[in-house]
């Protein structure tokens, strides 16, 4: 069995991480893809949309890939998640599956700071879900560990000012599914930005 983990704050999940999803699944022919919204981020400075939000919102965004599973531990996990933790709790319900983490650029340059970073390096193959810039050598903070890299499209929009744009109440129509569009308004969230 080939299972992938797929985390991030989902905050909110927008059509790049999709792509991603997609990309991960196709590419490495994943039986299963963990999609897992971060619990309470250690790295994050700014405070995160309530987890029951980013949960119902990452079921919308995925909801037509059917590999692509929800998993809510690290929302429901109490005290800060490190994805070795989640790693380990996946391993334990599939021990023989080969597992792929899926990262973006900016995390694997952060990587080595990452919790038992090069022990999470030998449970899973590490896959970055964005290309270097040209001339930028990609590394995981000089771990000995081999990366591989997952072509997809990148947003030209990020995460911040996809939610300022959303404060603001300008378009995101080309960012976000329709189905998260709605939720969002729906729900009244992103009426300030970060």
């Known amino acids: 069995m080939r299972l992938g983990l797929f985390g991030g704050a989902f905050d909110p999940p927008h059509l790049a991480h999709h792509r991603i999803a997609q990309a991960a699944i196709d590419t490495y022919a994943l039986d299963r893809l963990y999609i897992v919204p971060t619990g309470d981020a250690w790295h994050k400075s700014r405070s995160l949309s309530p987890g029951q939000h980013r949960l119902a919102m990452a079921r919308l965004a995925f909801a037509d890939l059917p590999q692509a599973w929800i998993e809510p531990m690290e929302v429901e996990r109490v005290g800060p998640s490190y994805t070795i933790d989640t790693l380990r709790a996946l391993q334990a319900r599939h021990p023989q599956a080969t597992w792929y983490l899926f990262i973006g650029g900016d995390q694997a340059r952060a990587f080595g700071s990452w919790r038992d970073a090069a022990q999470l390096a030998?449970?899973?193959?590490?896959?970055?879900?964005?290309?270097?810039?040209?001339?930028?050598?990609?590394?995981?903070?000089?771990?000995?560990?081999?990366?591989?890299?997952?072509?997809?499209?990148?947003?030209?929009?990020?995460?911040?000012?996809?939610?300022?744009?959303?404060?603001?109440?300008?378009?995101?129509?080309?960012?976000?599914?329709?189905?998260?569009?709605?939720?969002?308004?729906?729900?009244?969230?992103?009426?300030?930005?970060?």
């Open 122 to 194: 030998q449970m899973a193959q590490l896959v970055v879900a964005q290309r270097p810039q040209p001339g930028e050598e990609l590394s995981c903070h000089n771990l000995p560990v081999t990366v591989q890299t997952l072509p997809t499209p990148v947003l030209p929009v990020s995460a911040t000012e996809l939610r300022a744009h959303l404060a603001r109440q300008m378009s995101t129509q080309n960012w976000l599914s329709s189905d998260v569009l709605q939720y969002i308004h729906q729900h009244h969230l992103y009426r300030s930005h970060d």
